[in-house]
């Protein structure tokens, strides 16, 4: 699976933002979906996973409330609908797939759980 991800933007905080991540080949239905993002200076952190039938979402703390993670297995997409951005959003988003399932929630949250990676697309968010 080769992922793409798009929509990155310069924008004001409370504004709205929706990021794709567009996946090449069949698997993309069979797999788990998450975002990550790293901000200038800081380390890669889990933003949001979605399961392969879209039936079950995690988020970070930080972000919950305000973003929607979700996914068209026909269309091989995934997407991240972004509300009330603040500064503290500004970062390079990654979407990830992997192949592995688990019914523990936090096995999402770990980057370990994801074998693809897209090369990621810059939020900037002014105040």
């Known amino acids: 699976v080769q992922l793409q991800a798009s929509g990155g933007e310069l924008v004001q905080a409370g504004d709205s933002l929706t990021l794709s991540c567009a996946a090449s080949g069949r698997a993309f239905s069979t797999h788990i979906m998450g975002w990550f993002r790293q901000a200038p200076g800081k380390e890669r952190e889990f933003v949001s996973a979605i399961t392969r039938k879209g039936d079950r979402t995690w988020y970070a703390a930080s972000v919950k409330g305000r973003f929607t993670i979700s996914r068209d297995n026909a269309k091989n997409a995934g997407y991240l609908q972004m509300n009330s951005l603040r500064p503290e959003d500004t970062a390079v988003y990654y979407c990830?797939?992997?192949?592995?399932?688990?019914?523990?929630?936090?096995?999402?949250?770990?980057?370990?759980?994801?074998?693809?990676w897209g090369q990621g697309t810059e939020v900037t968010v002014s105040s």
């Open positions: 990830a797939t992997g192949r592995t399932t688990s019914d523990s929630y936090s096995y999402y949250y770990s980057e370990g759980a994801y074998e693809y």
